[in-house]
């Protein structure tokens, strides 16, 4: 086994929730850092304070950490439960009332002498977007963005922005507090140890790397579904749909990892220099091309789920053709497919190759299955290998054989994605965090869909909730005689 060496550790710091109280604290981030915890990823000198309005004491919240502990931990280890939550305090204000700063402030000091930390702090963001600007105003405002001898940064929840303007209003605000190698801006999937994977299976592996490019492959398909609805997140849901949601966030982050070339070393910013050119040469859509290129979705009874408009147009299905603009990737499409109340839970990356030349060897009949390679990011954490072999029982025929591999089948679990970046935040390691030119570019791309889809004034088209997603989907790729793969 070989280590990925990875300089930066782990620092002394105090890890400030904002939105302490709800769905994604109680979900994933405590959970997460509870996990660090039991094995050692956290720093001895660390406090972590939750805020919020809806409890009132840190014995209540304490109460409630445990219990998201024990309904969405992958690991839980009562005897070490109480050490963690030592660390663990909550701070009960309202985020508009601007005295409650100064007392957060001396409660953050007071905490800082107690635990060591040396002036560190990371600022959570885990807040609906509207409060993203206000925060960050009153952090700068009582000089809690800037700190001598000590480091401050921010982590900030998706979605950055819901189009290309307020993302620029949005970055210029928060880079006026903080400088950039200090923002982290979230993409949960890139803490996703498959997406990860992408640069060691290319990069570690001359097998395919080496055909890694327009001559030898046919397509790449990125796929990401959901069997769920929108749930209790209508609101928030109508407002920005899957285009927005999905394919300008994870979907072209996932893009990024496949298309880019080799970068000069694995820093931070070696590799998000080479996942920017992607985006900056994504071919351009036109109106005409999206109309023909891009299809548009949603599921059958979405008007009618709560907090949403009942004559809402907001798509949940997004399926696309697109093309990379350059050597590699010359003439090579993309296909790319997200949606909501889809019949299966998964995310994959389908890589087909080109068909071998040397068909006419084996008869005019012969219709000899491409070679595919499947990284598999979730359910099942894996790769998927396809190739043509003879069949030792009946010499005759050539037939497709699968090699196999799935990481966490079999009970195993896998570090969750906020694990990963919790961890890297504390570490200071911006690598799987999206830089402010990648999410500039990607808005740009997304902007061009979602006012051609305005401008044409025509409705997403409607699909069976549990199906595979409109039949135009399967359209867009038959029609270049094609086919979504399915395992
Ligand atoms: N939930 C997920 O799975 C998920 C996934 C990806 C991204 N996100 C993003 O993460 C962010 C948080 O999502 P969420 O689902 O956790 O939202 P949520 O459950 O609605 O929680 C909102 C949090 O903000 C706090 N809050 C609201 N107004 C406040 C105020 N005036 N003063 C102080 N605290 C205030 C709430 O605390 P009180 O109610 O106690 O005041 C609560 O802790 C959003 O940007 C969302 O888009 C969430």
Request: net charge neutral; aromatic share 10%.
């Amino acid at each position: 086994m070989v280590n990925i060496s990875r300089e930066l550790q782990p620092e002394p710091c105090i890890l400030v929730i904002f939105g302490g109280t709800g769905d994604l604290a109680r979900r994933k981030l405590f959970p997460a850092l509870f996990n660090l915890y039991l094995e050692k990823q956290l720093p001895e000198q660390f406090a972590v304070v939750g805020i919020g309005r809806r409890l009132k004491d840190r014995g209540e919240y304490l109460e409630s950490i445990v219990a998201s502990i024990r309904e969405f931990s992958r690991k839980t280890d009562p005897g070490h439960c109480a050490d963690f939550l030592s660390h663990v305090h909550f701070f009960q204000m309202d985020i508009t009332a601007t005295e409650s700063w100064d007392r957060l402030q001396e409660y953050l000091l007071d905490l800082d002498s107690k635990y060591h930390t040396q002036g560190n702090q990371l600022y959570y963001l885990s807040v609906a977007p509207q409060q993203f600007i206000p925060i960050v105003d009153q952090l700068k405002a009582h000089g809690m963005n800037r700190a001598a001898g000590s480091w401050r940064r921010l982590i900030i929840e998706k979605p950055f922005g819901k189009d290309l303007t307020s993302a620029r209003q949005l970055n210029r605000k928060i880079t006026g507090a903080f400088s950039e190698s200090d923002i982290f801006r979230i993409d949960h999937y890139l803490g996703k140890g498959m997406l990860q994977n992408i640069l060691v299976i290319r990069f570690a592996n001359s097998v395919f790397e080496d055909v890694w490019n327009y001559k030898y492959i046919d397509h790449v398909q990125i796929r990401a579904s959901e069997m769920v609805g929108v749930e209790d997140r209508g609101a928030y849901y109508d407002q920005t749909g899957a285009l927005r949601d999905m394919v300008q966030s994870h979907l072209l982050q996932s893009l990024t990892l496949i298309a880019m070339e080799p970068p000069v070393n694995l820093s931070a910013e070696a590799i998000r220099d080479e996942k920017v050119k992607v985006i900056r040469s994504l071919a351009p859509l036109t109106p005409e091309l999206v109309r023909k290129q891009v299809v548009r979705g949603q599921y059958a009874g979405y008007r009618q789920e709560k907090d949403v408009n009942p004559n809402s147009k907001t798509e949940t299905f997004v399926a696309m053709k697109l093309y990379i603009n350059n050597f590699r990737w010359a003439g090579v499409p993309f296909y790319l497919k997200t949606g909501k109340k889809l019949a299966e839970r998964s995310m994959e990356v389908v890589v087909q190759f080109k068909k071998p030349p040397g068909v006419h060897y084996f008869g005019p009949e012969t219709q000899l299955d491409p070679n595919l390679l499947v990284i598999k990011v979730q359910p099942e954490e894996g790769v998927f290998f396809r190739f043509n072999l003879k069949n030792l029982d009946s010499p005759e025929q050539i037939q497709p054989v699968e090699m196999d591999f799935c990481h966490n089948c079999g009970g195993k679990t896998s570090p969750e994605a906020y694990e990963r970046l919790l961890h890297d935040a504390i570490s200071g390691d911006s690598t799987l965090f999206t830089r402010w030119d990648e999410v500039e570019y990607s808005w740009r791309f997304v902007d061009t869909i979602a006012e051609a889809w305005q401008n044409s004034g025509e409705e997403p088209v409607i699909y069976p909730a549990g199906s595979w997603g409109p039949a135009e989907a399967s359209e867009l790729i038959k029609r270049d005689g094609r086919k979504w793969v399915r395992l």
